[in-house]
Each structure stands twice: as C-alpha cells, then as structure tokens.
C-alpha cells in the first residue's frame, strides 16, 4: 500500500480547520479541570475534587468524539498537545470562575464551528454539531449554578461539599445516549 493510501481523501475545509482547533481546546479544558480538581483533593475538598475529575473526563470524551466523527467523515486528524494551564489560586470561588469562563469560550467555539458548517452547507457538520450546542447550555447552567452555590456559601465549604455530595451537578453528560461516539470509547 502506498504512502498516497494511506492519507485520507477529503480536503480541508474551515469546518475541519476549527474541528482540529477544538480538540485541541477539549483536551485543554480536560487538563485545565484536573488542575482544579488536584487543588481542591489538596485543599480537602473531595466532592469539588470528585466534580471537577468528572468534568475532565468529559472534556476528553468530547475531544474523542470530535476525533471520532473526523475519522467517520474520511478526515485527516492531528492529536495536539495542550495549551497552559492554570494551577496557582487564592480562593475558591476562582476556580469555577475560571470553569465558567472556560465553559463560554468553548460555546462561543461551538457557534463559530457550526455557522462554518452552515456556510460551507455540510449538514452533516452542522448535525453533529448540535449535540455540542445542547451541552454547552448544560455546561454553562451548572457551572453557574456551582458558583451560586459558592458565593451563596460565603466561604462555608462543607455547604458546598453538601450540595455536591446530594445534588448531581455536571453527570447528565455521562448517560446521555444522544452523544456521539467516542473514539477508543467513552471513560
């Protein structure tokens, strides 16, 4: 089989410019979250800990979908490296600050991704996109309401241990069977 094989046939297309810049920045966000979540295991905080280890995962589950739907469509992939990643914080309410921060810049990549599929009219593109957006509103609603949670607290964290030992924030991702596949398999 010659090397020529072995490349995938379909040109690049901006949609697949900004797939490729995506998983880079999923893998980010999974790296940013276990930053956070190693700060609160080391602060005693095990169910901040626990929830910002879940989001990590997930970040990297939605890296691999994206890597998966990019080998169904026939498209060359590159895996990247991450970017930086904060890990120095004085008080908790930074963390989910950041997270939420984090959370609306990946929104604002998913519209920017999908009105490119929209425009180069890839339907398919623009499907799979709209698990994405759906996500992203649940990413950004619980994220927030972590937040609330937190100033609400006023610096009482065994409150906001409580609230994430009873409430389930952040795991409607995990049973969702409307994602799309995983590349290797969801974690």
């Known amino acids: 089989m010659s090397v020529m094989a072995l490349t995938k046939k379909n040109p690049r297309s901006k949609f697949y ?10 893998f980010n966000a999974s790296q940013q979250y276990i930053a956070l979540a190693v700060w609160f295991d080391n602060q005693d905080l ?3 800990a626990k929830h910002f280890y879940k989001q990590s995962v997930e970040e990297r589950n939605h890296a691999m979908a994206l890597v998966q739907y990019m ?3 026939d498209h060359h992939i590159d895996i ?17 600050e950041l997270a939420l921060e984090q959370e609306k810049e990946v929104a604002a990549d998913i519209k920017t991704l999908t009105k490119a599929a929209r425009e180069e ?22 994220m927030s309401s972590l937040l609330n949670v937190i100033k609400r607290a006023n610096g009482n964290l065994f ?19 409307t994602m799309p596949p995983v590349a290797g398999g969801s974690l």
């Open 17 to 26: 410019e900004l797939l490729q810049e995506q998983v880079h920045n999923e």
């Open 46 to 48: 095990p169910q901040l």
């Open 80 to 96: 990247p490296g991450t970017g930086d990643v904060r890990n120095d914080f004085t008080k908790v309410d930074e963390l989910v």
């Open 159 to 177: 409150e906001v241990e409580q609230f994430l030992y009873r409430d389930s924030v952040g795991d409607a991702g995990e049973s969702d069977a």
């Open 121 to 142: 009219d890839d339907f398919m593109g623009e499907q799979f996109m709209q698990w994405f957006l759906k996500e992203q509103v649940e990413e950004i609603s619980q």
């Open 71 to 73: 080998l169904d469509t």
